[in-house]
């Protein structure tokens, strides 16, 4: 089953840092739209980044514009989310996943597919 495999999230302090990897397990990207989702304990997957096959364009939610950085290495196959000055707000399971159905937004759950188990946060004194 190809599937994205999440790592790099943890326990982290108020106004902590984390970065968070994103890397395929059996399959290689289609360069398509790449994003990060955040799912809170009983809601739904919230888009939070995403970014082009290229690199060249990414948006973020209004939530975490100015915080959070996404960023990929093909050479590596990932896609990395750098996530500063973190809140309780930030809490939560990220997952990522690829867009093979092209939507009129990457920040949605329409279209995307592979998404891994995810990696969680939690943040807390």
């Known amino acids: 089953q190809w599937q994205f495999v999440e790592s790099g999230g943890g326990l982290v302090r108020p106004g902590g840092s984390l970065r968070l990897s994103c890397t395929p397990s059996?399959?290689?990207?289609?360069?398509?739209?790449i994003g990060w989702f955040r799912q809170a304990p009983g809601k739904e997957h919230e888009g939070i980044a995403c970014i082009s096959g290229t690199g060249t364009n990414t948006y973020d939610a209004e939530s975490v514009k100015g915080r959070f950085t996404i960023s990929r290495d093909d050479a590596n196959n990932t896609v990395y989310l750098q996530m500063n000055n973190l809140s309780s707000e930030d809490a939560g399971v990220y997952s990522c996943?690829?867009?093979?159905?092209?939507?009129?937004?990457?920040?949605?759950?329409?279209?995307?597919?592979?998404w891994g188990k995810g990696t969680k946060i939690t943040v807390s004194a």
């Open positions: 996943a690829e867009e093979t159905t092209v939507s009129s937004s990457c920040l949605t759950t329409y279209g995307m597919e592979y």
């Open positions: 059996g399959f290689t990207t289609n360069y398509y739209y």
